[in-house]
């Protein structure tokens, strides 16, 4: 028997009417398994089957032998409704399937636990589809003169990784002009469906990018 925390059990008994019609308690036997809970729970949610229910609204519910309400449902799943109407949360079980949950909430047309389980069941897809980050590099030549330039004209998310001195390969009067390679990357966010727009955008540096496709990633 399962009965709810904080409150004592009435004596055998008590605390009904007519085969536990209208008092404070109410024995619910679901799927083999008896709930006892209070009126006032189970009226939480007025448009629910439960309240209906223990408002004696007609609805050809039969009885047991101690005169709890039989209802032919998973009694596994119906402590997270319970609960629910008790203290308005939803807790569950790590084990325990929100599809389960979710299919007792309507059957029992609980709206606003149905809407709290959706939402979680959409996060959790949302964050399975979601797709890692990548990580795109660029291999760009440039001369040491040219490096402040490339600095101030590096486009948003764009960062460096690595610089290379590669020697001299100009001479300017009577000093040689060092050559640098430059890596930079940046981090494309990506969606089930492909790259973002941010694939297309490039780094707006005015300076010469090595065409060896060996120098793609350094």
């Known amino acids: 028997m399962r009965m709810e925390a904080g409150e004592a059990a009435p004596p055998a008994g008590a605390g009904s009417r007519a085969g536990g019609g209208w008092g404070k308690w109410v024995r619910l036997n679901v799927g083999g398994t008896v709930f006892l809970t209070?009126?006032?729970?189970?009226?939480?949610?007025?448009?629910?089957?439960?309240?209906?229910?223990?408002?004696?609204?007609?609805?050809?519910?039969d009885r047991d032998e101690t005169g709890a309400y039989l209802i032919d449902r998973d009694p596994t799943y119906f402590g997270p409704i319970l609960n629910f109407l008790r203290h308005g949360k939803l807790v569950l079980d790590k084990d325990m399937a929100e599809e389960g949950v979710l299919e007792e909430a309507?059957?029992?047309?609980?709206?606003?636990?149905?809407?709290?389980?959706?939402?979680?069941?959409?996060?959790?897809?949302?964050?399975?589809?979601?797709?890692?980050?990548?990580?795109?590099?660029?291999?760009?030549?440039?001369?040491?003169?040219?490096?402040?330039q490339m600095v101030s004209t590096m486009s948003d998310g764009w960062r460096f990784e690595q610089l290379v001195n590669i020697g001299s390969s100009y001479n300017y009067g009577s000093e040689?002009?060092?050559?640098?390679?430059?890596?930079?990357?940046?981090?494309?966010?990506?969606?089930?469906?492909?790259?973002?727009?941010?694939?297309?955008?490039k780094t707006k540096v005015p300076v010469r990018t090595l065409p060896d496709p060996s120098l793609s990633l350094l």
């Open 38 to 61: 209070t009126r006032q729970t189970l009226c939480r949610e007025q448009k629910s089957f439960l309240s209906r229910l223990c408002q004696g609204e007609e609805l050809q519910s």
């Open 106 to 148: 309507e059957f029992y047309n609980i709206g606003p636990l149905i809407r709290i389980i959706k939402d979680r069941m959409e996060e959790k897809d949302y964050t399975v589809t979601q797709v890692p980050p990548k990580h795109v590099y660029r291999v760009l030549q440039c001369q040491e003169e040219e490096l402040t």
């Open 176 to 201: 040689d002009q060092a050559e640098f390679l430059c890596v930079v990357s940046k981090e494309l966010h990506s969606s089930p469906h492909g790259l973002s727009s941010e694939s297309s955008r």
